[in-house]
């Protein structure tokens, strides 16, 4: 069997990363799997860039821009149809179809001859433009008087009830099965559009022998992080980014007990975040943006906690790499999260936006050693359970197969 993935990079990004691992999973599997993408940072010679013909597309997006349209000014899309990673596949997988590298009007003649699978890994696929619609529900009718024009990726006029439509038009015209890597999406998928195609939940798979418990004052030791500290561990691909909550983590700790700030060290992951320490009068390591599975690892490992203050998420792949590691999480309850942090059980759920509760569970569980120790052992029982690798790549053939048999 031959498949090709379409997504916007190889490896740059949580979607990128998540489909990535699907690919190797595949591969392992005796699997034939490329990928064709906007971006290439890894040599393969698995992955190639989608067709571009910029000059000419670089016009059409001042009048696509200036219309409030997204992507569809990207011709050249539609040449990909003759690429020879499109031509020997028996079955495509769509992933991120946003970013800039893709016309979705495509997607009908892309189908047409070929059976194709559509992996989400956000909203953007059935909104008027956003990628996620925080309190938004317009989506379900149509979408239009955009609460959220600037929400990535953003728009210069609201025209998004014009681009649901041509969303639903293509839909129309397109042979799909959709897939989500969350509870949370799976409903929001059957609530959509796409309810006129069958919906499958299949979470991501995670390599846990890359990401597994490892010593934790020898990881310590390496990262020169002091043996008596308290560890709290942030990572995000951008720490800034609103919607990943950095500013809520701010509050969070400043109101974090003042006894305990002296023994207390942030773990940061990502690019940006300089700022943090001095907002929050608490000791920082800053590792920036980490690829190195064996780093990120040793970096989960060294934490006591992993705290993920994010506003909206599918299945946060810092999350399953911290539950992997067997280190317990505290997020807000929003979106997919809630299949990772579970209460009482690999963590602390806060209430959405309330840095407050989000405080109290992170002291209540850096008191409690017994409970956090608990919660390690639950993290590292259902990372192996529920997320291997095998397990997702094994899903995923079955309904490759599936799909090709109708």
């Known amino acids: 069997m031959n498949v090709l993935h379409i997504n916007q990079s190889d490896i740059s990004g949580g979607a990128a990363i998540a489909a990535y691992r699907l690919h190797q ?3 392992t599997q005796g699997i034939n799997s490329n990928l064709l993408v906007g971006n290439v940072e890894f040599d ?4 190639a860039v989608v067709y571009r013909k910029y000059r000419l597309e670089n016009q059409l997006s001042r009048l696509t821009k200036f219309l409030g349209l997204n992507y569809i000014h990207l011709l050249s899309t539609f040449d990909n149809y003759n690429h020879p990673f499109y031509t020997q596949a028996d079955i495509i997988n769509f992933h ?5 590298y893709f016309n979705y009007l495509a997607i009908p003649k892309l189908t047409e001859n070929k059976p194709a699978i559509y992996t989400l890994h956000d909203m953007w696929s059935f909104t008027g433009h956003c990628s996620y619609t925080y309190d938004c529900d317009r989506w379900q009718q149509g979408c239009g008087q955009c609460p959220y024009p600037e929400t990535y990726p953003e728009i210069a006029r609201d025209n998004t009830r014009l681009e649901w439509k041509l969303k639903n038009w293509v839909y129309s015209k397109s042979h799909l099965s959709i897939v989500a890597p969350s509870k949370w999406l799976t409903e929001q998928a059957k609530k959509s559009m796409l309810s006129r195609f069958p919906i499958y939940y299949i979470p991501y798979g995670i390599d846990t022998k890359a990401y597994k418990p490892l010593n934790t004052e020898k990881c310590r030791e390496i ?4 043996a008596n500290k308290k560890v709290l561990m942030f990572g995000a691909q951008i720490l800034r980014d609103s919607r990943k909550g950095g500013d809520l983590l701010i509050k969070a700790l400043q109101n974090f007990p003042e006894v305990l700030k002296p023994e207390t060290l942030l773990l940061t992951l ?5 700022q943090i320490a001095d907002l929050v009068g608490i000791p920082t390591l800053k590792l920036g943006y980490v690829s190195s599975d064996r780093l990120k690892a040793m970096a989960y490992s060294a934490a006591d906690l992993f705290v993920f203050p994010t506003r909206a998420d599918n299945l946060p792949l810092v999350l399953q ?3 992997a590691c067997g280190t317990p999480m505290v997020s807000f309850k929003v979106g997919g999260v809630s299949d990772l942090v579970r209460p ?23 008191e409690d050693s017994q409970l956090r120790q608990k919660m390690s052992e639950n993290c590292r ?5 529920e997320y291997p690798l095998e397990l997702q790549a094994q899903r995923y053939i079955e309904l490759y197969h599936q799909v090709l048999q109708n």
């Open 25 to 27: 999973g595949l591969l």
């Open 44 to 47: 393969s010679d698995r992955v």
């Open 96 to 100: 991120n179809l946003h970013t800039g």
């Open 223 to 226: 990262l020169g992080i002091p």
């Open 270 to 274: 990502g690019k940006g975040g300089e």
């Open 321 to 323: 790499e911290s539950m």
């Open 344 to 366: 009482g059980v690999t963590g602390y759920l806060a209430q959405p936006e309330d840095t407050q509760d989000f405080c109290n569970g992170i002291v209540q569980l850096l």
């Open 381 to 385: 029982v259902i990372a192996l359970e």
